[in-house]
């Protein structure tokens, strides 16, 4: 099993910035990608970015230029930096981790395991 609480969320400002943190604890060893999904009120959960292992990093259109994934191996922790925030970015933001090969890096149900989520609202 692999454990994964995030950090960082707030509100901020349009045009701010936040830097998110997921912690990672239990078996890691194993583990392919790490990923950022969010949920805005209403709407599916969607993919924000992913890193793989090895560093190869993934980002969703909407983000891509503003949100940089990064990852510390030997500490089991992931972040995303978000910069010039909109609106449209606001939801709550979950970390999430997959030990499998399998599936799409961008989908969801690739993932095996999934911290709490932190909320992020942006104001405009």
């Known amino acids: 099993q692999v454990q994964l609480v995030e950090s960082g969320g707030g509100l901020v400002q349009a045009g701010g910035s936040l830097r998110l943190s997921c912690a990672a604890s239990g078996r890691t060893a194993n583990r392919y990608a790490m990923g950022w999904f969010r949920q805005a009120p209403g709407k599916e959960r969607e993919f924000v970015a992913a890193i793989r292992r090895i560093g190869t990093t993934y980002y969703a259109d909407s983000v891509k230029g503003r949100f940089t994934i990064s990852g510390d191996n030997a500490k089991n922790a992931l972040y995303l930096q978000m910069n010039s925030l909109k609106p449209e970015d606001t939801a709550v933001y979950y970390c999430?981790?997959?030990?499998?090969?399998?599936?799409?890096?961008?989908?969801?149900?690739?993932?095996?395991?999934w911290g709490q989520g932190t909320q992020v609202s942006v104001s405009s």
């Open positions: 999430a981790a997959r030990d499998n090969t399998l599936g799409l890096i961008t989908a969801p149900t690739a993932y095996d395991y």
